[in-house]
């Protein structure tokens, strides 16, 4: 019982001692004072009925977050904490009950604070809504779709990329000055892809997912020898078609509890349904202006031509106001034999290439604006290690995709949102800029 609680009953002892009975108290005490007594009694009364209700309240809330706690501990495999276990044996406190003057109505208890369970998937769900403003997550695994719910992801992005390429064929004597032609590369790649991302809940912690993506690519490249009296070659290669079909699925490893971040398993797996590059044709010596052209595609592939297998983790952590997140996955290029073209007009060799694995690596931190808008800031860097032939190292191939992400989020209803993701690349390899609009709607099918 509470110091206030005791109090009141102190206060009504005090009262009732202070009130003489029959005749005397009629004759010294006058009708305005009596009405004063009776007053404070009924508003001593009410402070206890009030009191009362939040000691039962409390009660009822202790004990429910004591079976949630006890719930989760079961869940992870860690035994019932003494605490607990005597809260729940312990029988819950008795309202005390005050009875209402006469000619008064009981006021109705407020409503009670939710459970600890429902605290818990609210603030999921926040969390959940934070990570997914960033592009990198929703893409390879961070964002878990609830038990029994299906996410249709309608995507459109956009890629633009510029390179400037300068090959000497020939010799300097000094610095500034050579003798021979400088071949000047200008290369402008765009390229937009519509998809669509299908997302089903199996548990609240297991989900699968597929993409299913459709490429539009477009070239320009010019190209021609550093020479006042030459033209430049301009040509304009495109295509459009199906990509790699992409499967993939994610496993929350732990519940998060006692200030724990979050850990979720993932695994993408990529298909070649896409249009291989060793499939389109190139430009070779026979071609006009094949000299300067060789080796350049005449039409652009919409898939990488490889299979590829995708195992990571993400890590997230929520420490009010701010959700940080991270994620580290290993990319594993499968080798495979192909037809690979002769430039020089040849007959086309086949040979083992291997493109080279990769290690993917992803952090950020996002914020939750008000109960509809969040943003994110994140950086992805992705370290593509050597591609092979026949075994052989190929000199020069390894390279780095660095990439500054900025994400956007407005939740439009409980089952509609539309992301917004930004990417600026910092490093050569690259894409200049990626525009990713999405959004996810969700179906509640159980």
Do not use: C
């Amino acid at each position: 019982m509470s110091g206030k609680t005791k109090a009141g009953y102190v206060a009504l002892a005090l009262l009732a001692g202070a009130i003489p009975s029959g005749g005397a108290f009629a004759q010294g005490v006058s009708a305005e004072e009596l009405r004063a007594f009776r007053a404070a009694l009924e508003r001593q009364q009410q402070q206890l009925r009030e009191q009362s209700d939040r000691l039962a309240r409390q009660e009822r809330l202790i004990q429910a977050q004591s079976r949630e706690i006890e719930t989760l501990r079961g869940a992870v495999g860690a035994p019932p904490s003494r605490r607990t276990a005597a809260a729940q044996r312990a029988p819950a406190a008795a309202p005390v009950v005050v009875p209402a003057p006469a000619g008064t109505q009981p006021a109705e208890a407020p409503r009670g604070p939710s459970t600890a369970a429902e605290a818990a998937q609210v603030a999921r769900r926040e969390e959940q809504r934070v990570l997914g403003t960033d592009p990198t997550l929703a893409r390879v695994g961070g964002v878990l779709t609830p038990r029994g719910a299906l996410s249709v992801e309608p995507t459109l992005e956009y890629l633009y990329g510029e390179n400037i390429q300068a090959t000497v064929n020939g010799f300097s004597i000094v610095p500034g000055i050579t003798f021979g032609s400088v071949d000047i590369r200008r290369s402008t790649r765009r390229a937009a892809t519509a998809a669509v991302t299908l997302r089903y809940g199996v548990t609240d912690r297991f989900e699968i997912n597929t993409r299913i993506p459709y490429v539009f690519r477009n070239d320009t490249i010019e190209t021609g020898p550093s020479d006042i009296t030459a033209q430049p070659i301009v040509i304009d290669p495109s295509g459009d078609g199906l990509g790699d079909i992409e499967f993939g699925a994610s496993y929350q490893i732990n519940a998060g509890l006692a200030d724990w971040p979050i850990f979720i398993a993932n695994l993408r797996v990529k298909s070649d349904t896409g249009r291989s590059p060793f499939e389109v044709p190139i430009y070779t010596v026979n071609d006009i202006q094949g000299g300067f052209l060789r080796g350049l595609e005449r039409e652009l592939p919409t898939g990488t031509g490889f299979w590829s297998v995708e195992p990571g983790i993400t890590v997230a952590w929520a420490s009010d106001p701010a959700v940080f997140f991270g994620g580290l996955r290993y990319i594993w290029n499968i080798a495979r034999d192909v037809d690979v073209q002769d430039p020089a007009g040849g007959p086309s060799r086949r040979l083992n290439l291997d493109p080279g694995d990769g290690i993917g690596l992803n952090f950020g931190v996002g914020f939750a604006l008000n109960e509809r808008t969040s943003i994110s800031l994140g950086y992805e860097h992705i370290f593509v290690f050597r591609s092979s032939q026949e075994g052989q190292s190929i000199a020069g191939s390894s390279t780095d995709i660095g990439t500054f992400n900025f994400g956007l989020s407005y939740r439009a209803s409980e089952a509609v949102s539309v992301n917004l993701g930004v990417g600026i690349g910092v490093t050569e390899g690259a894409p200049d800029a990626r525009l990713i609009l999405r959004v996810p709607v969700r179906f509640n099918l159980i």
